[in-house]
Structure formats: C-alpha cells, structure tokens
C-alpha cells in the first residue's frame, strides 16, 4: 500500500483526498496535515479513516509520497521544519504555484521531486495538470504522480521552462472561462430572459461545447465553423467579438498570466 502525505489541507489538498480515497486508497495509508484547527475538524469529519494531523512532522514518517498542497510562501518553513521526518527516499510532488525544482530539490536534498500544476476543476475530478520532472525523479516516479495526480483529473508531462505558460493558460483558464459565463449570463439577462434560465442556459451551453470538444472528433475551429451558417445570427455574434478584440485579449491574458508566473518564481 503506498502510503501518501498531504500537507495542507486546504481546497487542493482536500480535493486530492476525495480522489486519492474515490481511486481505491485505503484511509489507513492518507495523512493530512493541516495548521487550522476548524479545517482539521471539517476534515476529520468528512474523510473518516484518514488522519488528519496538526504539523507536516507528523504526517511524514513512513510516507512514500509525499504532496506539497501550501501556500507557496510556506513552503520552505514547512519542509525545512519536517526534513528530519522525511524517508530518503520518498516522493515529494510540490503543487505549490511558483516554487522551482531547484528551490525543492534545496529544501528536500537528495529527494526525488515532481512539481506539478494543476488547476481548480480538481474539485470535481475534472482537472488539468501538468508535471516536471525533477533531477532524481525517474520514470517510476513520474508514473506514480501521474496516478495520483489523476485521480482528480488529467495529467501531462512538461519541461519544468513550460509550467510558467500551464499556469497562464490552465491554472487560470477557469477564471477566464469563468468570466464568460458571468459576460453570457448578464447579456441573456439584457436581452429579456430571467437570471436563472440564463444561468441554467450558460452553464448547459458551455458543459455541452466542453463535452463536444473532449470527445475530440472535430477541432475547435471545426467545431465553431460548424456552427456558423453564413450570414447567420452566429456569424453575426462572432464578427462583434471579432471586432472588440476578445481573440486578441485571451491571447493576452494567457501570456500576461505566464509573465506574472515567472515573475513569482524568481
């Protein structure tokens, strides 16, 4: 049984739980740690079985794996605090936005490290993440991220260079898909149709065009060709987004959000 570590037990980390226990681990082998006494409680209320502990200390002896779910300022405190708990030769996956495989390769020396993006969907076991390799980590080792990490989601392996652009696209894709449904529903609403039909609407519209696009017959473009019939009301809708730039502005925001990204991590 791999017996696995959490530390944090915030909305990640609590969503990497419910994965990892709906994916066929056993309570017994799950620790958490978490510093808030009230999230302990919810915790330990929600997962019965799992310890759930109050220091990274205690939750690291005998663990195998070993994922980094803090805040990325607190990410040395805690590892730097709990080092002498650490096995030598256990996994640690770091999905701490920022924290270079360098600094965690410093802060765990000799460790193998897998640093990992990945996105807010996990809360629904509908997430997008992406992983590196770290110096020691070998094909085992990324194997047993992948695992884990998919238990709540998708994953992919990237160069450590290319989690900068993961963060500017996937980590904060949701906010901006988020932000369309906010624009979709207020403009049903300008245009005559009450708040929760419109909201019903949206959501099914863009569960729907998700779903269509997953099953991957057709491209996005295909998709969206498919659905504009010239001269149409969609080719209407479309040439105003056109015109006002919404291409040209998520192609900024994604690489806004990339440059940001790098900027934390230096």
Known sequence: ???????????????????????????EGLCVAEADPERRRI?????????????AAWALPDAD??????????????LTGALDALAADALVISIAAGVTITELERLVPGRPVVRAMPNTPALVRLGAA???????????HLVLAEKLLGAVGMVVRVPEYQLDAVTGLSGSGPAYIFLVAEALI????LAGI?????????????????TLLAQG?????????????PGGTTAAGLRELEVRGVRAAFLDAVIAATQRSRELGQ
Request: avoid cysteine.
């Open 194 to 210: 009450a708040r929760d039909t419109s909201i019903a609407l949206v959501t099914q519209t863009l569960l729907g065009s998700a």
């Open 1 to 27: 049984m791999t017996r696995v570590s959490i530390l944090g037990g915030g909305k990640m980390g609590e969503a990497l739980l419910g994965g990892l226990l709906d994916s066929g681990l056993e309570p």
């Open 186 to 189: 207020e403009a049903g609403v």
């Open 217 to 229: 017959a057709s491209s996005a473009e295909q998709l969206r060709t498919a659905v504009t019939s």
């Open 65 to 78: 794996v070993v994922i980094v779910a803090v805040k990325p300022g607190d990410v040395a405190t805690i």
């Open 43 to 55: 915790l330990e209320s929600t997962f019965g079985g799992v310890r759930v502990v109050p220091a």
């Open 130 to 140: 992406a992983i590196a390799a770290g110096t020691h980590a070998l094909e085992p």
